[in-house]
């Protein structure tokens, strides 16, 4: 579970004021050294990631995070680090020194609620402090209370846990119905990973496996063939984006198809918004700022779909001198409304909370947001056949 990917990790936030014990909380729960801990004010300033299991919620990863109240120099930075955070904890964990609730921890208990983030108190110290409130006390310098801790956790978290952690929606197996085969059509080509498949693929074989269906994996080459070779037609076909037109080229009219960015902008965002956002495109000017934004932090290939295939399309299609930008990772711009579009990544390696939180910045600055399958597949002009399989989102494309 070390290597579970980000996505489907359960993410929880550390909060409170300096010297709190947050770190000592953290490396308690871990059971390892994983935040350095001091008497001094400020150590933690980076956010501190740590992937942990916890049966029977699964796979997690806490964040610790600089604490409020910071007067030192670097404090409005580090605090700068911690809000934004806030956008991607599924839960918060807010750690105090004994029963002490004052205007700090009344300001980050409004900020999680603000923001719908589920919240649990943790009284610490409370070998030091007589503790009275409702919550988890614990004294996080005490290593023989971890499996009371733990224990006591467990239990908060599945009081409050987000529903589509404990039954994420599916990646396709609505799709299609049980028994039946989806076909992929998988590009190997110098941008694949030797010896294996990315990350969107093996989580769309895993669910057609989930879902009682039968998955066929196939490159375009191979694909005419699997199609004559099949008995029954497919439910379903799927392929990368940058492969759009070729599948639909060789797919029948009768067979459903559409490419794995787009079941991703539906099981981590909002795929309708996504499809308003795409006709953005056609609205785009001469000097219009375009950003990019793309959750992997990866080393761009000569042909990176992100940074090079979607620019070069976009211009040419568009016929349009565009200035485009990129972001990458946790990073997302906080003026957005500088821009005439953005362009999302299928987010495979984030969670739907920050996935969200990016759709919620983008509408409240009053900018279209698309996605890079439904982007693709509208500059190639076969939209209205990729968006056909969800049928809650198909009439939202002839708008």
């Not at 063939?225 to 009219?253: A, E, Y």
Request: charged letters at 25%.
């Amino acid at each position: 579970m070390e290597k579970a990917p980000k996505g489907i990790r359960l993410q929880i936030a550390i909060l409170g004021r300096v010297n709190s014990g947050k770190s000592s909380f953290l490396n308690l729960v871990s059971g390892q050294d994983t935040s350095i801990t001091s008497p001094i004010k400020g150590t933690t300033t980076d956010v501190v990631e740590k992937n942990q299991e916890l049966q029977p919620i699964g796979p997690i990863t806490w964040l610790d995070t600089a604490g409020f109240a910071d007067d030192s120099d670097l404090g409005d930075k580090r605090l700068a680090k911690t809000l934004k955070v806030l956008d991607r904890a599924d839960i918060a964990v807010l750690v105090l020194e004994g029963s002490k609730i004052g205007p700090v921890e009344e300001e980050i208990i409004k900020l999680a609620d603000s923001k719908k983030i589920p919240l649990i108190k943790i009284f610490n110290k409370n070998d030091l402090y007589r503790v009275t409130e409702n919550g988890i006390r614990v004294n996080s310098t005490d290593l023989s209370s971890r499996d009371e801790l733990l224990s006591a956790l467990k239990e908060e978290i599945l009081k409050i846990c987000p529903a589509d952690f404990i039954k994420p929606a599916p990646l396709l197996g609505d799709l299609a119905p049980e028994g039946s085969t989806v076909v992929m059509i998988v590009p190997i080509d110098f941008e694949a990973p030797k010896g294996r498949l990315i990350l969107p693929q093996v989580q769309a074989i895993r669910d057609c496996l989930d879902h009682d269906q039968t998955a066929i994996i196939t490159k375009e080459s191979g694909y005419p063939n699997v199609l004559k070779n099949l008995r029954n037609k497919p439910s379903l076909v799927v392929c990368d984006s940058q492969g759009v037109d070729f599948m639909v080229k060789n797919t029948p009219r009768d067979i459903a198809c559409t490419t794995f960015s787009m079941l991703f902008a539906r099981q981590k965002g909002d795929l309708g918004m996504f499809i308003k956002g795409a006709k953005a495109i056609s609205t785009l000017k001469d000097g219009d700022k375009v950003l990019i934004s793309e959750c992997c932090t990866h080393h761009a290939s000569d042909d990176d779909i992100g940074k090079v295939k979607i620019p070069n399309l976009l211009k040419k299609e568009t016929g349009k001198k565009l200035d485009i930008s990129f972001a990458s990772g946790h990073v997302f711009p906080d003026n957005l409304s500088q821009y005439q579009l953005i362009i999302q990544c299928g987010g495979c390696m984030f969670g739907r909370k920050e996935i969200l939180s990016r759709l919620a910045k983008a509408d409240e600055a009053g900018v279209p947001i698309t996605n890079y399958g439904v982007c693709i597949s509208a500059l190639k002009g076969v939209l209205d056949i990729t968006v056909k399989p969800f049928k809650d989102t198909a009439d939202v494309a002839k708008d």
